[in-house]
Each structure stands twice: as structure tokens, then as C-alpha cells.
């Protein structure tokens, strides 16, 4: 139930920063962040963060780069549209160890991008005050955490990603199932690893309708570390809203009802964020323009542009929106980060 799915594999390049990277890597210069020259120092076992979730916007666009070609426009991480404050790697792949991720850059379907050259285009992005991150699960997606050896394994294997790749942080997209004591665990045990690491969670609609939810409880259980939920607002058909009443996917009302349960259900706004497809082709169901998304994101934040739905309260708080994917979006002629982009960093 799900747009992530993997076909075959994609990417171009944006080689200028990547040059320019490169280049300065060569000279043995250290390179830092923008956003508080962190960098991806190791010191007494403890990764810093180049731009953490201090340094995220207060309104952020997160977007999920495809580390794979199903059809979408292929990008280098150089190329991903600057409308995107989080940029999500997708995705990390399942070791033998229960748990354990590892990241396999699909080199030849991406038109011969190199690890070097995806490092060098991370550290650009960070200059330029974007946090990258690694994003556990997708449709397809296989990862379980379920007990301490498998926390254990996933906070392991994640911090040898950060350190690796210089990742800013992980999303967890996990679709076929979620263990809120393991995951919570597991996450809480990375922070320690990474403090002030980005986190962001990709629920589908039906794993956020309730508190009790899997989902929703590891949310709430992270909270003080949590950046952003970005739930699916696609391929989910009808859910109920917060007022209890039905609402179908595709409409402003949809977006509006069904975010009102995570802001009226602990969440502070500024972890509630709605994710929606950046084109027709990059879901089975639920596009909206990106006209939608910004009234949705209006009536949440001011009370204004709402549908048949309005919150008792507003939440000018609200982070702001995720999309599948910038490839797709590229695919679009950059249709909803042009949109949308702008409308969320215009937000009060």
C-alpha cells in the first residue's frame, strides 16, 4: 500500500558543487557546515551532526531522493530542487543481522554515480544548510526491530551509516510493521550515538489514526527527539478524522482532518508535517496540486482556506510538507516543490 516502489534504478548529476566538493576534499581541507561547522567529526564515540534538527527550519519541505530508477527523472543528490530542507535517502537495505541496515548506492542505475561523488554532493547539501538523511523501509522494505538485539543492531548499524555517509540523521518508513518499545529503543540509543540527529517518520495513514497505534506510540515515546512526522496522505482511500467523520483521500479536508488527530493527540505542530505524491505517476491514489497541499497547510497554521473541516484551534507551528519524490517532482517540471516550496517557507 504504498508509492515507494522499487523497479529498476536512476539518477543524473549536479557536478559543479560536486567539483567543487571534491576539490576542496582533495586539498585535505575539513569541510563543515553553514549551519554551525559541525562536520562529521567522531569524538569520544560521538557523531556531530553537520546540520541537526536545530539547525532544520522552523516551516521545512522534505523530500525523498530515489536511490533507484522506476521511471521518474534520474538525479544526482546535487540536483535535488532547493525548495528541500530534508533531503531523505531512500532507502537503507537490510542486512543478515535482524535489524542491521547497510547502504548500497546503485551505481550502475544511476548512471555511474560514485560513492565519492554522493558524499561530496551530502557535504554540498549541508553547506548549503540542508540536512541529509537516511531513510529505513519503503514499500518493500524487509527491516525488523523487535527485541533488544535488533535495536541494538539497528542503532549500530544506522551510526555506521551517519559516520560513513555523513548522514544528518535517519526517517523510518517501515510499512509492514512497527514495534513501538524496540524502535523507540532503538532510536533513543542512536541519539546517544548522535545527539541532535534529524528524525523523521513516514507513518501511513491507518498507523496514525490513533495514539495507541504502533506508529503514533513510538512518536510520542521519541518526542523529545523527534523532528517530523510526515504521515502519507496517499494510497490510503477514506479515514476518519479527528471530528469522527469520514473524509477521502484527495482533498483539503482529508490533509486537514486527518492531522488535526496527530496535533490534538500529543504532538507538538512543529513534529506534524503532510506528506502527499509530487505527481499522478508517484502513487496509486491521493494527488492533490500543490494548491492544496497550501490551503491545507493555511487552514492548519491561520484558519484560512479550509474545506468543509475546521479545526476548533490553529497551529502556526505546523513544520510543513514531505513529498515522493524530488524525482518525481522533477518528472513534473518541479510543479509541487515550485508550489509548495515557497508557500512553506512564506508560512508565519
Not at 54 to 68: E, I, L, M, S
Not at 323 to 342: H, L
Request: charged share 15%.
Amino acid at each position: 500500500m504504498h508509492r515507494k516502489a522499487r523497479r529498476a534504478s536512476g539518477k543524473a548529476g549536479k557536478a559543479i558543487a560536486g567539483a567543487v566538493v571534491a576539490g576542496v576534499a582533495a586539498c585535505g581541507l575539513a569541510l563543515t557546515s553553514l549551519a554551525g561547522g559541525a562536520g562529521a567529526a567522531e569524538t569520544d564515540g560521538v557523531h556531530e551532526v553537520s546540520v541537526g534538527a536545530a539547525d532544520v527550519p522552523k516551516h521545512a519541505v522534505t523530500g525523498y531522493w530515489q536511490n533507484f530508477n522506476n521511471g521518474a527523472t534520474v538525479q544526482t543528490l546535487a540536483e535535488v530542487q532547493d525548495d528541500y530542507d530534508i533531503i531523505a535517502v531512500a532507502f537503507a537495505d537490510a542486512t543478515a543481522t535482524q535489524g542491521g541496515v547497510e547502504f548500497n548506492l546503485d551505481s550502475e542505475g544511476l548512471g555511474g554515480y560514485t560513492d565519492e561523488q554522493f558524499k561530496a554532493d551530502i557535504q554540498a547539501k549541508q553547506a548549503d544548510g540542508k540536512s541529509v538523511i537516511i531513510s529505513v523501509g519503503g514499500e518493500k522494505g524487509t527491516v525488523s526491530v523487535n527485541d533488544d538485539a535488533s535495536a541494538a543492531a539497528f542503532a549500530d548499524s544506522v551510526a555506521g551509516l551517519m559516520e560513513e555517509y555523513n548522514f544528518d540523521g535517519v526517517d523510518i518508513d517501515l510499512e509492514n510493521g512497527l514495534n513501538s518499545t524496540y524502535m523507540s529503543k532503538a532510536l533513543k540509543s542512536l541519539a546517544e550515538k548522535a545527539p541532535g540527529l534529524v528524525i523523521t517518520m513516514a507513518p501511513q495513514t491507518i498507523d496514525m489514526q490513533s495514539p495507541e497505534a504502533e506508529y503514533f506510540k513510538t512518536a510520542l515515546e521519541i518526542k523529545d527527539i523527534l523532528t517530523v512526522v510526515n504521515m502519507q496522505y496517499y494510497n490510503s482511500g477514506s479515514m476518519l478524522g479527528c471530528d469522527g467523520q469520514v473524509y477521502s483521500q484527495g482533498t483539503v479536508d482529508f490533509l486537514t482532518a486527518l492531522a488535526c488527530i496527530q496535533l490534538e493527540g500529543g504532538l507538538d505542530a512543529s513534529q506534524v508535517g503532510l506528506g502527499t505524491p509530487a505527481s499522478p505517476s508517484a502513487a496509486g491514489g491521493g494527488h492533490v496540486d500543490g494548491a492544496v497541499v497550501n490551503a491545507a497547510l493555511d487552514c492548519l497554521a491561520k484558519g484560512e482556506n479550509c474545506g468543509s473541516f475546521t479545526p476548533e484551534q490553529t497551529y502556526p507551528d505546523i513544520r510543513g510538507a514531505m513529498t515522493w519524490s524530488t524525482n518525481w517532482d522533477a518528472a513534473a517540471g518541479n510543479a509541487w516543490s515550485g508550489a509548495v516550496g515557497p508557500h512553506v517557507h512564506g508560512l508565519p
